[in-house]
């Protein structure tokens, strides 16, 4: 290895710490609360060299953002071999359940825990493309399912809400530890029995 690729390997191994350390500490304290010495303390550097990579707290956001909904869409690149609309919708919900089940510190920073969305909105680049990609790919399969026939009388766009915040709330539900307080008999499981109830309502529409 030349000393330029170990140069960039070094780079890239200390932008993967500053996540990290910033992922770590966003769930411990809270997004408010963690400053970018924090994150510099964490990893044990001046808070100077967090700025050779990120301009500010909200981009380190973003780029965990990022890499969360990569690793979701590279779970649900599966689906397009599932011709059937509706087989595809409800392989795409348990796929999301899965994910979020195997990844709830990253789940909660994408979905749950309170954060400078503004950012995001505002922001010159890609204006979140990975997490509109996400919600892009939910409408165009629920369209396909109503090109299909199913889901007669229903609003595309009401309906893809619906059925995202459907499954975002037993998923939110499980990793926030709500359903050991009410459903302590049942907590390992409800999720995705309630996935499987869920499908049963949808086959109805």
Same mark, same amino acid.
């Given at each position: 290895?030349?000393?330029?690729?170990?140069? &960039?390997?070094?780079? #890239? &191994? *200390?932008?993967?710490? /500053?996540?990290?350390?910033?992922?770590? $500490?966003?769930? &411990?304290?809270?997004?408010?609360?963690?400053?970018?010495? =924090?994150?510099?303390?964490?990893?044990?550097?001046?808070?100077?060299?967090? @700025?050779? @990579?990120?301009?500010?707290?909200?981009?380190?956001?973003?780029? $965990?953002?990022?890499?969360?909904?990569?690793? %979701?869409? #590279?779970?649900?690149? +599966?689906?397009?071999?599932?011709?059937?609309?509706?087989?595809?919708?409800?392989?795409?919900?348990?796929?999301?359940?899965?994910?979020?089940?195997? =990844?709830?510190?990253? @789940?909660? *920073?994408?979905?749950?825990?309170?954060?400078? /969305?503004?950012?995001?909105?505002?922001? &010159?680049?890609?204006?979140?493309?990975?997490?509109?990609?996400?919600?892009?790919?939910?409408?165009?399969?629920?369209?396909?399912?109503?090109?299909? !026939?199913?889901?007669?009388?229903?609003?595309?766009?009401? $309906?893809?809400? $619906? /059925?995202?915040?459907? +499954?975002? !709330?037993?998923?939110?539900?499980?990793?926030?530890?709500?359903?050991?307080?009410? %459903?302590?008999?049942?907590?390992?499981?409800?999720?995705?029995?309630?996935?499987?109830?869920?499908?049963?309502? %949808?086959?109805? %529409?």
């Amino acid at each position: 290895m030349g000393i330029a690729d170990r140069k &960039e390997r070094d780079k #890239e &191994e *200390l932008r993967e710490r /500053i996540l990290a350390a910033a992922k770590f $500490l966003f769930l &411990e304290k809270g997004i408010d609360k963690t400053s970018i010495r =924090n994150i510099a303390d964490h990893i044990e550097y001046s808070p100077g060299i967090i @700025y050779h @990579y990120f301009k500010d707290k909200n981009e380190i956001f973003h780029a $965990l953002h990022q890499l969360g909904f990569l690793q %979701l869409m #590279e779970k649900m690149q +599966v689906l397009g071999s599932v011709r059937n609309p509706l087989e595809r919708l409800k392989a795409m919900g348990s796929i999301y359940i899965d994910f979020a089940m195997e =990844n709830p510190d990253m @789940y909660d *920073l994408m979905f749950i825990k309170e954060a400078p /969305i503004d950012h995001v909105c505002n922001t &010159e680049h890609d204006h979140w493309k990975e997490g509109g990609g996400a919600f892009n790919s939910l409408r165009s399969t629920i369209a396909d399912c109503i090109n299909a !026939g199913h889901f007669k009388g229903h609003e595309q766009e009401a $309906l893809t809400f $619906l /059925i995202w915040s459907t +499954v975002h !709330g037993m998923v939110s539900l499980h990793i926030r530890k709500r359903c050991e307080v009410v %459903l302590p008999e049942s907590q390992q499981t409800i999720v995705k029995d309630g996935l499987e109830e869920f499908f049963k309502i %949808l086959d109805k %529409l």
